[in-house]
């Protein structure tokens, strides 16, 4: 199971990173740049440890479903991606939204973003993390 877990949160990673990309380095930009004086020059970014904590999300997310989410099939996995995307989307999107001058438009970008994240995570850990078949003779 241990390598089937590192597998998934490598896969994981990468997919958010691609989506974090399409979404803030794309999709939101000019909401970014409409609102500079909320966020760090580029130059002063913490590129590292947004990838860190990315990684260590990933493998939180993994860990929870394979060690609490039992039986480990597709139906499961999408459904805990979605639930998790629903939980984390609204603290993210909206919460931030109740205390930040930042827009609707980014508010619910953020929300909808992390819950697509989290439901294609969930295909990933459906197809990548099953239950184990006991080994025959």
Do not use: C
Request: aromatic share 14%; hydrophobic share 55%; charged share 10%.
């Amino acid at each position: 199971m241990t390598k089937k877990i590192i597998l998934a949160t490598l896969a994981i990673f990468i997919l958010w990173s691609i989506l974090d990309f399409i979404l803030h380095g794309i999709i939101l930009s000019s909401a970014y740049q409409a609102s500079a004086q909320l966020w760090r020059p580029m130059n002063e970014m913490k590129n590292g440890l947004m990838y860190f904590v990315k990684l260590l999300s990933a493998l939180v997310f993994v860990t929870i479903y394979a060690r609490l989410i039992s039986p480990k099939n597709m139906n499961y996995a999408v459904s805990f991606g979605v639930l998790f995307g629903v939980g984390t989307g609204i603290s993210i999107g909206y919460g931030t939204y109740s205390v930040q001058p930042i827009s609707y438009i980014m508010a619910v970008s953020w929300f909808l973003g992390t819950l697509l994240e989290a439901t294609l995570a969930g295909f990933l850990l459906g197809w990548l993390v099953k239950e184990e078949k006991p080994k025959t003779a």
